[in-house]
Every structure is written in structure tokens, then in C-alpha cells.
């Protein structure tokens, strides 16, 4: 008699596979501590306050890794990576990561990486954080889950990687389940930063960098810092104030604006301004702009589809003006006013105006 084929496995059930034998001495989480002129980017405090939950959840530890010269700046870090709940700090201090070159960084990521076996390592995903990300996983030959927006440990202790995908219609989660590190980029402002505890310390553990200035093809000729003062500033701003396809033409983007400075805000755009030549790319907001986590948004006639979400759900409140009452905004917004941005525009900077002041006059 012949047998029914056999039922095919049930949709969405998750196979969980052993991790391969090599693989298992692969422990803790590793957060790079960006350190460029002897300052810390904050996405580095970001990292390591989410990376202290990652650490918990797998009961292992949290270890921060700088790489620099040896300076004041580099000995803050370390002592700062502490403060934000490191256990560990990994250091390589020498005269050729002075300046970031990718050939020097990538030999002294990969050096530690191989010898002390980090099972996750998180970077930011900077400028500099993605050329060294991007290195680091081709010579590791590891999985790199690019531009993260949430990260959880999955039930085989893998890391479930959350990012946007199909040009931010859709959230993907992607997991490395043959390779070690498993690795990973963030932007500035998704993950919140947390309290540092100036009471703490930890371990610190030094390695030398094993390499020569005449094996590095890349020279650093001078340094020109940024001149550029009216470069927005929208990651770090308390306020932000931003205009959509809602405001119709280019002129009224002047309404957007005025808000803003009432408010002491930065101001900024969805996507389809900067597409349209209205704004500049610097002030985009979303997945492939900037990610914002103020402590008041104010979104002026964007539908905000996920790509936007991803960018501004992070704010403490959300005030969106739509005259769509179905508008996706509406399901992340804390506050919602359903009309039309050009004319609420004026009055709430009036309002606003008229307001502050009376408070200066108070005060």
C-alpha cells in the first residue's frame, strides 16, 4: 500500500539547530567604541546600553573594544565604556591609529576578534563605522546585518537583527547562524543611551597592533575639519520640527522653518522633499536620512510610511498635522491634529510666540 507523503512542517515554525562545534567558544558582546581626535561618538554609549541587555539575556559578558593612540582621549574612553556598564574593555593603543585608516583598524579588530572570540559585535553605523564593519565582516568571512533597528537574543541564543528592507516598506530580522561574530551596524539615535554610572570599573585588557607604517598603502596628508556651521544637527536636537509632501511647494517649507526657530528646533524633511531638490539630504529624516530621538517632534504634513517611522519613532513625544485622518502617522503619533498644515502652521508659531514671551517676561 502506498504511504501518504509526509505533512510538510507547519508555516512559521522555527527549526533550531545546534551551533557547530568551532563556533562554541565564541562568548560575550562586543561593543566598538568609536574614538576619532580623542572624542567619542555617542552612538558608542547607545551601543553599549543596548549591548548590556543583549549581555544579560545570553548571561555573558560586555566588553567595549578602542583603538587610538596613546592619549588622554584613548584613556577616557576606556574609563567612559565603564561608565556605560562594560565589564571588559579591550585596548590597542599605537601611533598608527591615530588618524582612522581601514588597514590598521581592520588588522586590529580582526587581531582581537580572532584570539579573544566574541560571539556579537556591534558597531555604529557611522561613516566610519560602516568602511570598518564592512572589512572586518569580509575578512572575518561573518555575517553583517547592516543599519539595525532592534536587536533581540532569539530562542537558540542566536541575535535576531531587525532591519528595513525593500526601500523601507518592510522590516526584515536576519540571524547568522553559521558564523561567529555575528556582526552588526546601528545609527546614532535608534537606541537609547543610557545613565552612566561614574562609580564603575572593570578589566582592561591591552594588546599590541603587529603591524609596520611601511605595510599601510593609505597615508593621512592633513586633517580638515568641518566648517560648515549651518550643517544640520538633527540627530542630537531636543526639538525638531519637520514638513512633508503636505506643505504642497517649496515656499511654504518657510512655514516649517519658522516654527522651528520659535522654538529654539532644528528643523527637517521626509524623503520626498530631499528627492525633490526642496531640502538638503543633511536634513532627510528616516532610514536612509537621519535617525532623531528628541524630546518633541512635530511632523507637518507627512503620511509617515515606515521608511519615516524608522527615522522619528524614537522621539519621547510626537505631535503629527495631517489632513489624511487615515495617515500611517497617525499610528506612532502620541498627538494628532487632522487639518491643514498651512494654515495651523502660522497659528502655532503665533501661539508659540505670543507664549514664550510671556514666559521671558515671567521669568
Wanted: negative net charge; glycine residues 8%.
Amino acid at each position: 500500500m502506498a504511504q501518504a507523503p509526509a505533512a510538510p512542517p507547519a508555516k512559521g515554525r522555527k527549526k533550531t539547530e545546534e551551533l557547530p562545534e568551532h563556533l562554541k567558544a565564541y562568548k560575550n558582546v562586543w561593543v566598538f567604541v568609536e574614538l576619532e581626535h580623542g572624542r567619542v561618538h555617542p552612538v558608542s554609549w547607545e551601543l553599549l546600553t543596548e549591548g548590556r541587555k543583549l549581555a544579560d539575556a545570553l548571561g555573558v559578558d560586555l566588553c567595549g573594544v578602542v583603538l587610538g593612540p596613546k592619549a588622554e582621549g584613548t584613556e577616557k574612553a576606556v574609563a567612559e565604556a565603564f561608565h556605560y556598564s562594560a565589564n571588559r574593555v579591550y585596548v590597542i593603543e599605537d601611533p598608527l591609529l591615530a588618524e582612522y585608516r581601514n588597514e590598521p583598524y581592520t588588522k586590529a579588530m580582526t587581531d582581537l576578534v580572532n584570539k579573544h572570540k566574541p560571539e556579537i559585535l556591534m558597531l555604529g553605523a557611522t561613516t566610519l563605522g560602516r568602511d570598518l564593519a564592512g572589512a572586518v565582516a569580509t575578512t572575518l568571512q561573518t555575517g553583517l546585518t547592516a543599519d539595525c533597528t532592534e536587536l533581540a537574543i532569539d530562542d537558540d541564543k542566536s541575535l535576531a537583527a531587525t532591519r528595513p528592507t525593500f526601500g523601507g516598506s518592510l522590516l526584515c530580522t536576519i540571524m547568522t547562524r553559521a558564523a561567529r561574530p555575528q556582526m552588526t551596524t546601528v545609527r546614532p539615535r535608534v537606541m537609547a543611551m543610557g545613565d552612566p554610572d561614574r562609580g564603575r570599573t572593570g578589566e582592561v585588557v591591552r594588546e599590541p597592533l603587529d603591524m609596520a607604517e611601511e605595510s599601510i598603502v593609505t597615508k593621512v596628508l592633513d586633517f580638515i575639519p568641518d566648517s560648515d556651521t549651518n550643517q544640520a544637527q538633527l540627530a542630537y536636537a531636543d526639538i525638531v520640527v519637520a514638513g512633508g509632501m503636505g506643505l504642497q511647494r517649496p515656499e511654504n517649507i518657510r512655514l516649517v522653518v519658522d516654527l522651528a526657530q520659535v522654538l529654539g528646533a532644528e528643523y527637517g524633511c521626509s524623503r520626498p522633499l530631499v528627492q525633490k531638490g526642496w531640502m538638503t539630504a543633511d536634513r532627510q529624516i528616516g532610514q536612509t536620512g537621519k535617525t532623531i530621538r528628541p524630546r518633541l517632534y512635530i511632523a507637518c504634513g507627512i503620511s509617515g510610511a515606515i521608511q519615516h517611522r524608522v527615522g522619528s519613532e524614537g522621539a519621547d513625544q510626537i505631535l503629527a498635522i495631517n489632513m489624511d485622518p487615515n495617515a500611517p502617522i497617525f499610528d506612532f503619533a502620541h498627538h494628532g491634529i487632522v487639518g491643514d498644515v498651512l494654515e495651523l502652521l502660522p497659528a502655532l508659531t503665533e501661539a508659540f510666540r505670543k507664549r514664550l514671551a510671556v514666559d521671558r517676561m515671567a521669568g
